[in-house]
């Protein structure tokens, strides 16, 4: 009796032993397979979701930050676009509420982080603990530039990069430094020659290529794979900035050296009159800021920027260019309530367009539009008198930042050809008599404008 007993108990307890491993089997599958989908049951062969290191290096450094109340927000543009484009359900995501990865553990060389140099209180610290928690750092030094205009403070040196390895994975960290023309920007990633070529694929970096300039962001928090994480308020606009964000520093030293040739004009008059056209410049970049659309710094503005730093004081106006496609109808209506009436209107939107407004104290605003054609770029030119027309040829160019007058504007990447072309190769030379029919080496007649157009394309108010 007791043996069958004992085989009776056997039994039962196989029984329930496989009847309990079948009921695990199905609420796996029933329930956590169903919840965490594909991606978690893939990760630990391919390393694609919490475990891969890209999740592991940003996790790390987020803590890293956090402790050390580095108030780092993220501008890596492959994950703000997968953001963006998933932005309801990033938005609608509570932290620890994730179960797959689907943002940070993408596969990629770099996650790249941006931080406001000025709010950043300890960084000596903040190095030594990111090396003690394992990372791998080294930092870009360079002259700061906003103080290449003073000699005695010339040289200082500013931190403009950090790249932190964890394993096969880094982070980029862009260092934002604050500009007189509340803006932000970043340094040229350059390397020196001590530093190891092979320590990241540098020549995969998104940030650093070039000094570059951007808006100053407004910032919101979201959670990304689990993780806090500061980003853009406005993360297209940001992703818009970042092709177009070329700086070109202005030249102090070439500046320094133009003025001990060439004394500056520092008369009551000259002063006055610079005053007056910075006045009118920031007006001008206000009221086409509104309107949305680009202009840069053209012809003797341009020339004033780039030879001397400053406004030629001989110059009498304020000279800006705008690609004819960003024309927009209501232009002139739009700087009249800005309090600049129209002074003349040459040409038509389809040839030759020039506006000029009337600023106060006397000073004009030129504005010059521009046509492209197959290799070269051109703007008109209108004699009242004799409909005469007139035109400026040069080569194709591209837009870059720079900063003049306390604010961020654009000129001419390719600067010297412009100027070249508008002033010829002895541009350096001061040159107070200026004919426009006939100086320029770039001018060359264009034709009459018929006399039954002349109430259209030539109007003095």
Same mark, same amino acid.
């Given at each position: 009796?007791? &043996? *069958?007993?004992? /085989?009776?108990?056997?039994?039962? +307890?196989?029984?329930? @032993?496989?009847?309990?491993? %079948? ?104 190095? &030594? *603990?990111?090396? /003690?928690?394992?990372?791998?750092? +080294?930092?870009?030094? @360079?002259?700061?530039?906003? %103080? ?114 060439? +004394? ?198």
């Amino acid at each position: 009796m007791s &043996r *069958i007993n004992k /085989n009776v108990i056997l039994a039962l +307890l196989t029984l329930t @032993s496989s009847a309990f491993l %079948l009921f695990q089997l199905y609420y796996y599958k029933r329930y956590l397979s169903a919840k965490n989908g594909a991606g978690l049951s893939k990760s630990k062969g391919s390393r694609i979701g919490f475990d891969s290191i890209e999740w592991r290096a940003v996790k790390k450094f987020i803590m890293l930050t956090s402790t050390q109340n580095v108030p780092v927000f993220l501008i890596d543009p492959l994950i703000l676009e997968l953001i963006n484009k998933n932005f309801e359900q990033v938005k609608n995501t509570s932290h620890g509420s994730t179960s797959e990865c689907k943002f940070l553990c993408a596969p990629r060389d770099f996650t790249v982080f941006a931080l406001q140099y000025h709010l950043w209180k300890n960084e000596e610290g903040w190095f &030594r *603990i990111a090396e /003690n928690m394992g990372f791998q750092c +080294l930092k870009i030094e @360079s002259k700061d530039p906003r %103080l290449d205009g003073i000699d005695s403070l010339s040289g200082t040196e500013i931190p403009l990069h950090y790249i932190c390895r964890l394993a096969t994975h880094a982070i980029h960290l862009v260092v934002f430094h604050e500009r007189s023309g509340n803006y932000l920007w970043h340094g040229h990633l350059r390397l020196k020659g001590h530093i190891d070529r092979k320590f990241v694929p540098f020549r995969k970096l998104q940030f650093g290529r070039y000094p570059g300039a951007f808006d100053r962001p407004a910032l919101q928090q979201i959670t990304v794979d689990g993780l806090d994480v500061l980003i853009p308020k406005d993360p297209v606009h940001f992703l818009e900035e970042i092709p177009h964000s070329r700086f070109i520093e202005c030249r102090y030293k070439e500046a320094r050296a133009f003025f001990q040739q060439y +004394l500056d004009d520092n008369t009551a008059e000259a002063m006055a009159f610079r005053k007056s056209a910075k006045e009118l410049l920031q007006l001008a970049a206000k009221t086409l800021k509104k309107l949305g659309v680009r202009f840069w710094l053209s012809s003797g503005t341009c020339l004033g920027w780039y030879r001397q730093c400053n406004i030629i004081p001989y110059s009498k106006d304020v000279d800006l260019g705008i690609f004819i496609q960003d024309y927009k109808s209501d232009i002139i209506s739009a700087f009249h309530e800005a309090g600049l009436p129209l002074k003349h209107k040459f040409g038509k939107v389809e040839d030759s367009l020039e506006l000029s407004f009337q600023g106060k104290d006397d000073v004009k605003l030129d504005i010059f539009f521009f046509y492209e054609e197959t290799d070269h770029m051109w703007n008109g030119g209108t004699q009242a008198k004799t409909g005469k027309k007139f035109k400026y040829l040069f080569p194709k160019f591209t837009l870059c930042w720079t900063e003049f007058v306390d604010m961020k504007v654009h000129v001419p990447c390719e600067t010297i050809e412009y100027l070249e072309a508008n002033y010829g190769k002895t541009w350096k030379i001061p040159v107070k008599t200026w004919d426009w029919k006939r100086s320029p080496p770039n001018v060359q007649p264009n034709g009459l404008w018929p006399i039954s157009e002349w109430d259209e394309v030539i109007q003095l108010y």
